[in-house]
T-cell receptor, first 112, second 115 residues
Framework: SQQGEEDPQALSIQEGENATMNCSYKTSINNLQWYRQNSGRGLVHLILIRSNEREKHSGRLRVTLDTSKKSSSLLITASRAADTASYFCATDAWAAGNKLTFGGGTRVLVKP | GAGVSQSPSNKVTEKGKDVELRCDPISGHTALYWYRQSLGQGLEFLIYFQGNSAPDKSGLPSDRFSAERTGGSVSTLTIQRTQQEDSAVYLC?????????????FGPGTRLLVL
């Protein structure tokens, strides 16, 4: 079963708008990462947030982590058509060794 | 530098046949992972290699699946007697070490279709 559940499953926005997606997980984690996948191919690492961090920024990306609620959010500001992709959260936990456990992903469509 | 490469990009096979999928990790990366992604789904962990340690095979769905990593570099995932439910994209990733904060770098995947 998947550790992470993502919400929404799909998101359609206009270019320039912000996109927010959420990830919930079930067990205690060490880190949470967000990845992007274009066209069902390889994943690209976006950002990693440690369990003792609450917020992290990278360019137009902002990630929050609430360990009390076991949830994370990814915000993409000022979206571009090139941001169209699927976005996955992935967690790692001591109980799972070094394996990443992925959520089901959010498909984001940014319309020009 | 070169990223993770996988071959073939696409593979169509008949039910019951064996297939081999190849992964070339980034040079110098000691950890290598295999994942499976079914259509529209997230990634499912299959197996993980770290250096010369015994691999973590806990994600392999059945004994028809096996993988090896020769010389600490190239890895081959073998699926014997393929079934239609094996159809998926098989993704390989590598990381510099197996530390929990290490970023995993993914290859483009092999899309397997079992007819």
């Amino acid at each position: 079963s998947q550790q992470g559940e993502e919400d929404p499953q799909a998101l359609s926005i206009q270019e320039g708008e912000n996109a927010t997606m959420n990830c919930s997980y079930k067990t205690s984690i060490n880190n949470l990462q967000w990845y992007r996948q274009n066209s069902g191919r390889g994943l690209v690492h976006l950002i990693l947030i440690r369990s003792n961090e609450r917020e992290k920024h990278s360019g137009r990306l902002r990630v929050t982590l609430d360990t009390s609620k076991k949830s994370s959010s990814l915000l993409i500001t000022a979206s571009r058509a090139a941001d169209t992709a699927s976005y996955f959260c992935a967690t790692d936990a001591w109980a799972a060794g070094n394996k990443l456990t992925f959520g089901g992903g959010t498909r984001v469509l940014v319309k020009p | 530098g070169a990223g993770v490469s996988q071959s073939p990009s696409n593979k169509v096979t008949e039910k019951g046949k064996d297939v081999e999928l190849r992964c070339d990790p980034i040079s110098g990366h000691t950890a290598l992972y295999w994942y499976r992604q079914s259509l529209g789904q997230g990634l499912e962990f299959l197996i993980y290699f770290q250096g010369n340690s015994a691999p973590d095979k806990s994600g392999l769905p059945s004994d028809r699946f096996s993988a090896e990593r020769t010389g600490g570099s190239v890895s081959t995932l073998t699926i014997q007697r393929t079934q239609q439910e094996d159809s998926a994209v098989y993704l390989c990733a590598s990381s510099l070490t197996s530390g929990v904060q290490e970023t995993q770098y993914f290859g483009p995947g092999t899309r397997l279709l079992v007819l």
